[in-house]
């Protein structure tokens, strides 16, 4: 899969981290059920707002990109996210634009003007495909530019000519650089190979990025990406987050303040395509949710991250071989395989959860294959648990077997001179619908 990566020249905000998430769900899952992925994210290092940006710092253009990259990629690991298996940059792939914007021009779809070389969209057929609208209905739509050279509003820039001062390659119409949707084409078929999978980014990139890449494609006679995966907005107090509202969060400051696991719930809990809302109450929300779910770990010792090995599967720290109870398997792959339902998964591992619990209170030698079971689930979608449960003694645990009975037999003097003693040795102690959880 190629997704698109950022331009870098700014701190990441909230809206890169909520795409960044849902195609590391979506490659995590696909590794899970077992397809192997090939994960491709490029970074644009060569753009007009990296120019405007090293001109205001008094610095290279090279230099803003590289410190800019390296915050992404430090917030994207921070969220927890797997790496891209092959991270190109533009400037590394220009040679193979140029050939890609003379063989259009030979082609007769692409045209040269005074500032640059432009695809011309109506000889393009299906133009339109991603953008759910005819030719017709999009030029009628277009705002009308500036420049009178091109041909129809609609015609993107492939090459543009350099202006004094600014960076540039040589080309057959002179020095310039190449165009934001001439990049993600020539990369990604450059890297996958025609006909690759699948294509993705936020919803923004949908029209005109994705439009414009795959016009440049269809146009040079390729097949392109059979499939495209677009994620939904963040809104933040009900607006679209954008820098031109003022409502633009960064994701280091969100990090900074939050859990970045509760990030990810709060990510999970809505379908991708349907828009988040990111708000001081929801992402406490999501740090509640999440509390329940290292309760899991805190009380039946199960956690850590899901590692690939040649065996399959296997939970850091824990024995290889994972019994999974498949009932509750079977409905997680159902929601996943819809359409990438993380709404519903989680929802049903929340029950799972509870489930765990109520086997533990009863006794049921069963509860700690179902604990399994919900990390098992969780670390598929790159939720990892934390708890130290493992720490939890003897002793801990039957004054805490005794005090679960002490509030089923409604003892609930008894009950709380438990949980004093509790406390009086350390103890952390919680009331959950699943019974008496306990941490250091
Ligand atoms: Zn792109």
Redesign the pocket.
């Given at each position: 899969m190629?997704v698109?990566?950022p331009t870098v020249y700014d701190l990441p905000h909230i809206g890169h981290g909520r795409a960044n998430l849902t195609f590391d769900v979506l490659r995590r899952y696909l590794s899970f059920i077992g397809v192997r992925v090939h994960h491709v994210a490029?970074i644009?290092d060569v753009d007009d707002n990296i120019i405007k940006r090293a001109n205001e710092l008094g610095r290279t253009e090279a230099d803003v990109a590289a410190e800019f990259e390296a915050t992404w990629w430090d917030s994207m690991r921070a969220l927890g996210d797997l790496l891209p298996d092959e991270i190109p940059h533009a400037t590394a792939y220009i040679d193979r634009m140029v050939h890609l914007v003379a063989e259009l021009q030979a082609k007769d779809v692409a045209y040269e003007t005074a500032d640059g070389v432009y695809l011309e969209v109506a000889k393009v057929p299906g133009y339109g495909l991603l953008a759910q609208q005819s030719l017709e209905s999009l030029q009628a739509g277009a705002r009308v530019e500036a420049n009178e050279d091109k041909r129809s509003p609609l015609d993107f820039v492939l090459w543009k000519k350099a202006k004094e001062g600014e960076p540039s390659w040589d080309s057959p119409w002179g020095p310039g650089r190449p165009g934001?949707?001439t990049?993600?084409v020539v990369m990604?078929l450059d890297i996958l190979g025609e006909g690759f999978d699948l294509h993705g980014?936020g919803q923004d990139?949908k029209f005109p990025?994705?439009e414009n890449?795959r016009a440049q494609a269809v146009a040079d006679g390729k097949d392109f990406a059979h499939h495209w995966m677009h994620n939904g907005w963040v809104e933040v107090e009900g607006a679209k987050m954008s820098k031109s509202l003022g409502n633009f969060t960064t994701l280091p400051d969100l990090l900074a303040r939050h859990d970045a696991r509760a990030y990810r719930i709060l990510v999970l809990r809505a379908h991708y395509r349907s828009p988040i809302e990111v708000t001081p109450e929801t992402i406490v929300d999501a740090e509640k949710a999440l509390d329940r779910l290292d309760g899991l770990a805190r009380r039946f010792a199960v956690g850590g991250m899901l590692e690939q090995t040649p065996e399959g599967f296997v939970v850091e720290g824990d024995a290889p071989a994972i019994d999974l109870v498949e009932g509750p398997v079977a409905d997680f792959k159902t929601h996943m395989d819809d359409d990438l339902d993380t709404a519903g998964a989680l929802a049903d591992i929340f029950e799972l959860v509870s489930t765990a619990h109520s086997m533990g209170d009863a006794g049921d030698e069963g509860a700690q294959a179902m604990a399994r079971t919900a990390a098992v689930l969780l670390a598929a979608l790159g939720v990892s648990l934390q708890g130290e449960s493992g720490e939890v003694d003897e002793a801990a645990a039957q004054l805490v077997a005794e005090r679960d009975e002490a509030r089923r037999a409604k003892d609930f003097a008894r009950a709380d001179a438990l949980r004093d003693e509790l406390v009086a040795l350390g103890w952390t102690v919680e009331d959950t619908p699943g019974g008496t959880a306990i941490r250091r």
């Amino acid at each position: 899969m190629y997704v698109c990566g950022p331009t870098v020249y700014d701190l990441p905000h909230i809206g890169h981290g909520r795409a960044n998430l849902t195609f590391d769900v979506l490659r995590r899952y696909l590794s899970f059920i077992g397809v192997r992925v090939h994960h491709v994210a490029n970074i644009t290092d060569v753009d007009d707002n990296i120019i405007k940006r090293a001109n205001e710092l008094g610095r290279t253009e090279a230099d803003v990109a590289a410190e800019f990259e390296a915050t992404w990629w430090d917030s994207m690991r921070a969220l927890g996210d797997l790496l891209p298996d092959e991270i190109p940059h533009a400037t590394a792939y220009i040679d193979r634009m140029v050939h890609l914007v003379a063989e259009l021009q030979a082609k007769d779809v692409a045209y040269e003007t005074a500032d640059g070389v432009y695809l011309e969209v109506a000889k393009v057929p299906g133009y339109g495909l991603l953008a759910q609208q005819s030719l017709e209905s999009l030029q009628a739509g277009a705002r009308v530019e500036a420049n009178e050279d091109k041909r129809s509003p609609l015609d993107f820039v492939l090459w543009k000519k350099a202006k004094e001062g600014e960076p540039s390659w040589d080309s057959p119409w002179g020095p310039g650089r190449p165009g934001w949707h001439t990049e993600c084409v020539v990369m990604s078929l450059d890297i996958l190979g025609e006909g690759f999978d699948l294509h993705g980014g936020g919803q923004d990139l949908k029209f005109p990025h994705h439009e414009n890449e795959r016009a440049q494609a269809v146009a040079d006679g390729k097949d392109f990406a059979h499939h495209w995966m677009h994620n939904g907005w963040v809104e933040v107090e009900g607006a679209k987050m954008s820098k031109s509202l003022g409502n633009f969060t960064t994701l280091p400051d969100l990090l900074a303040r939050h859990d970045a696991r509760a990030y990810r719930i709060l990510v999970l809990r809505a379908h991708y395509r349907s828009p988040i809302e990111v708000t001081p109450e929801t992402i406490v929300d999501a740090e509640k949710a999440l509390d329940r779910l290292d309760g899991l770990a805190r009380r039946f010792a199960v956690g850590g991250m899901l590692e690939q090995t040649p065996e399959g599967f296997v939970v850091e720290g824990d024995a290889p071989a994972i019994d999974l109870v498949e009932g509750p398997v079977a409905d997680f792959k159902t929601h996943m395989d819809d359409d990438l339902d993380t709404a519903g998964a989680l929802a049903d591992i929340f029950e799972l959860v509870s489930t765990a619990h109520s086997m533990g209170d009863a006794g049921d030698e069963g509860a700690q294959a179902m604990a399994r079971t919900a990390a098992v689930l969780l670390a598929a979608l790159g939720v990892s648990l934390q708890g130290e449960s493992g720490e939890v003694d003897e002793a801990a645990a039957q004054l805490v077997a005794e005090r679960d009975e002490a509030r089923r037999a409604k003892d609930f003097a008894r009950a709380d001179a438990l949980r004093d003693e509790l406390v009086a040795l350390g103890w952390t102690v919680e009331d959950t619908p699943g019974g008496t959880a306990i941490r250091r």
